[in-house]
């Protein structure tokens, strides 16, 4: 308990006294949390609250119990905070009352106020006009017998209301005459003062001149003492007034009571939706739009807030499944989906713990981690395994999002869920199929790998074994030539000569062929070439061929690519030479080499020759294993030089084509692609 | 003075050997050849064990060596040789009609002197082999052996 500071300080202050409120809200409860002050006041609350009619609906993160706190918080101790605490109802009626007491009180005040004044101004009125009277019956001042006259006439207000004493002076101010005469002359001024009648206080006296023949003879003097008359006519008044007052607060109260009900009916009612709508979670409910001022307003954005909610909600429950429970866990809502899914009807789940619909399948650290988060007040994101009531499990896609007090601490946590079931099983069979897939890939590759190494003992053995029979058929010739060759025709020579030729022709056919092979079976080892070097070294392999030969060279700045350094170096033999071969009529013989960069994905190389060219209605077998566009008696070749070409330049992800003219020359291209690809 | 220089041809084909023979004749390179079938004999003859014991003492200039023989191939025997310290300097010329590179990696791994790749021409195959004689029977000189000492082997 801690002293407070007020208007009637000091005075003892609960901080956060909990009421104990009959409300099923338990955020009724959490509003009714009040900084007690005097006890009486604390009471006075807590039988406000005893009807809930104003309680704020269930508030979101966004606004929270400080809505509520906020509030209650900073009580006051005076008669306005009290006020504030009051339902409408019995508000307005006070107000009206307080208006009318206060109203009557001041109006019977200054009635009365004002009757009184009159009232005495009314007796002084009197007194003067009586004193007048009695003034002429007082013949004079000065003998006995005038004295004696003088007295019987004072004697005569005996009967006047509130009569004291009266007197008569003489000329000098002396006194003459004075009644009644038995308590002498105590209470009477000794000398006359001024003329005319006064009160003071409740004492009304005065003087009156006495007139004798149009001369003052002295003095005439009357008090009264009106205390009495005064007294009951004040009493009179309350009297009245209180009876017109209490007559006029029981009107005004029935009065106000019936009048209220315009106002405050239609905003009772409407607390009771709102308060309907928090209880119930309804949002369905609707309130009665009765007047058309503010209420009415507020009524109507209400309603529009209320359906827009719900719509909001059913918008929700068409995609989600939903379940709010609190912070320890259990369930306080699901929505019909979350009841579909998990097979369990709304009553079963209702107050029950979340864990009804584990299903075990997640490690411990996983849960821990869950909760640590949410209670920390952050909204978790993942992917978990439920288990139906009747045993079969699903997958569910889920957020959890804290709703968070005024302190910041969690008191209902919102799980949005989506049901990825399907997902997950079509994630399961994509993995299994890529496992599979995988699985098969190796075999596959191995298979090819046995393969390639077959292929690689076979060309190895027939490179080797084919050759060595060549060798001796080309051997024996020639030795036949040299043993013989006298003893042999013409025609017997030119015999040989053909064997040997044809020999020597299946060598190069092997050769070839085995390049041929290599080609397409090695891995292609990417590299940065500069292709540059391979014209050159290219050129340098063709240099005993051509040096009795006189051949002009255009070189063209070639680029780097990425490729395999020995195959793009078998291109440019292959071009180079071909180009040199087929070149060699001419005098001198004209080669050109270079690149365009027309594309920005690939480049385009050329070689150009000025040498027999070809017929390019036959451009379309150049490219062709064994392919040949000429006679071996005019150029000798296997035909798999350009083979070779093209194999190598699709592996590298490009192109090959040529261009020619009969006995105009040739240019063949090829692409090479910027990027490395490999397309083997 | 001169000693007689003495080639020793490794090859399994008869026409092959022939053919080398008659190549080496030409050029009257006025060697002794040694011949053997496989590679096993040649072991034996550089050994001077088996059907060779009690030869000729002395190595052979050269060694003329094909791969593809039975029984022990050209590129086992040249590891023997190479790896027998009596026997590892005795140059070796493999000459085949292989040029698959594995072969040729092999070979020179094991530290051969020169790698040839019979040609099926006969000129060139000629031509390639008297070269191959003139330069190991008569240009080079031999690695050198102990004066006037044997070379025996205990087996």
């Given amino acids: ?680 | 003075m001169n000693t007689l220089k003495r080639i020793l041809l490794v090859e399994d084909s008869i026409k092959d050997i022939e053919l080398t023979l008659e190549a080496l004749d030409e050029h009257k390179l006025a060697n002794e050849v040694v011949v053997t079938r496989d590679g096993t004999q040649a072991l034996d003859y550089l050994m001077s064990r088996g059907n060779f014991t009690g030869r000729e003492p002395g190595p052979p200039v050269v060694m003329l060596l094909d791969i593809k023989m039975p029984k022990m191939n050209g590129l086992e025997v040249l590891r023997v040789v190479r790896s027998d310290e009596a026997l590892k300097k005795i140059p070796v010329v493999m000459l085949t009609s292989s040029r698959e590179e594995p072969d040729l990696a092999a070979a020179y791994e094991l530290g051969v002197n020169a790698y040839v790749v019979k040609p099926v021409d006969f000129q060139q195959f000629a031509h390639a082999v008297s070269q191959i004689g003139a330069f190991w029977a008569v240009l080079n000189e031999p690695p050198p052996t102990t004066t006037n000492a044997i070379i025996t082997h205990d087996h």
């Fill in chain 1, 1 to 680: 308990m801690s002293w407070g500071k007020g208007p009637r300080a000091p005075y003892p202050v609960h901080t956060a006294v909990v009421v104990n409120i009959p409300a099923d809200n338990e955020l009724a409860n959490r509003a009714a949390q009040v900084r007690g002050g005097c006890g009486t006041i604390v009471t006075f609350v807590k039988i406000s609250f005893a009807k809930p009619g104003l309680m704020p609906i269930t508030p979101t993160r966004a606004i929270g119990p400080d809505f509520a706190t906020r509030r209650t918080r900073g009580v006051g101790y005076g008669a306005g905070e009290v006020l504030k605490r009051l339902p409408i109802r019995q508000r307005i009626t006070l107000i009206v009352l307080l208006t009318t007491v206060v109203v009557m009180v001041l109006t019977c005040g200054a009635t009365f106020g004002f009757e009184l004044v009159s009232f005495r101004k009314a007796l002084v009125k009197q007194l003067a006009t009586t004193s007048e009277i009695v003034a002429l019956n007082i013949p004079g001042t000065g003998s006995d017998a005038e004295r004696e006259r003088a007295f019987q006439a004072l004697s005569t207000l005996r009967a006047y209301p509130d009569f004291v004493t009266a007197a008569v002076y003489d000329l000098n101010g002396r006194l003459f005459a004075f009644y009644p005469d038995k308590a002498g002359p105590d209470g009477i001024p000794t000398t006359p003062h001024a003329i005319g009648y006064r009160f003071t206080g409740s004492v009304l006296d005065g003087f009156q001149p006495l007139h004798k023949d149009d001369r003052q003879i002295g003095t005439l003097y009357i008090k009264l003492n009106a205390w009495p008359t005064l007294s009951g006519k004040i009493v009179t008044s309350l009297q009245l007034a209180l009876g017109v007052m209490s007559f006029v607060f029981v009107v005004a109260y029935l009065l106000s009571w019936r009048l209220q009900k315009p106002i405050s009916g239609p905003i009772r009612r409407l607390a009771e939706a709102a308060r309907a709508v928090s209880e119930r979670n309804d949002f369905t409910v609707q309130a009665p739009r009765e007047t058309d001022d503010e209420v009415g307003l507020l009524t109507d954005a209400f309603n529009q807030l209320l359906a827009q909610i719900h719509a909001q909600k059913a918008a929700l429950d068409e995609h989600a499944i939903v379940a709010i429970t609190d912070p320890q866990g259990r369930i306080n809502y699901v929505n019909d989906k979350f009841c579909a899914i998990s097979k369990y009807s709304r009553a079963e789940l209702l107050g029950k713990d979340h864990r009804i619909v584990n299903s075990g399948s997640h490690p411990k650290e996983f849960i821990r981690e869950l909760w640590t988060t949410i209670a920390n007040g952050h909204v978790w994101k993942g992917e978990m395994r439920n288990r139906a009531k009747d045993g079969s499990v699903y997958w569910v896609d889920t957020t959890i999002v804290p709703f968070l007090n005024a302190d910041g601490k969690p008191y209902q946590y919102v799980a949005i869920r989506a049901d990825i079931t399907q997902r997950k099983q079509f994630e399961l069979e994509l993995r299994e199929l890529n496992q599979n897939l995988e699985e098969r890939v190796l075999e596959r590759t191995m298979q090819l790998e046995q393969v390639n190494k077959e292929l690689e003992a076979f060309s190895y053995s027939v490179s080797h074994d084919l050759r060595a029979p060549l060798r001796h058929i080309a051997g024996y010739t020639g030795l036949l030539v040299r043993s013989d060759g006298d003893h042999l025709s013409e025609k017997g020579r030119k015999h040989l000569t053909n064997i040997t030729h044809s020999a020597r022709q299946m060598g190069a056919l092997i050769d070839d062929l085995l390049v041929f092979s290599r080609m397409a079976r090695a891995e292609l080892k990417p590299a940065r070439v500069a292709l540059d070097s391979l014209v050159d070294e290219s050129i340098e392999s063709l240099a005993q061929e051509s040096h009795d030969r006189r051949i002009e060279w255009i070189r063209h700045p070639l680029p780097e690519v990425e490729g395999d350094r020995a195959m793009l170096r078998q291109v440019f033999v292959n071009l180079i030479s071909n180009a040199v071969k087929y070149s060699r009529p001419r005098d001198p013989a004209v080669i050109e080499v270079g690149a365009t960069n027309h594309s920005d994905s690939e480049w385009t190389i050329f070689v150009r020759d000025n040498g027999v060219g070809f017929d390019m209605e036959y451009s379309h077998k150049l490219f062709g294993v064994f392919q040949r566009l000429h006679l071996d008696e005019e150029f000798e070749g296997t035909g798999i030089g350009l083979a070779n070409v093209h194999r190598i330049v699709t592996r590298h992800g490009g192109r090959a084509w040529a261009e020619g003219k009969c006995d105009a020359g040739a240019t063949l291209y090829f692409t090479l692609p910027k990027a490395w690809r490999n397309t083997a």
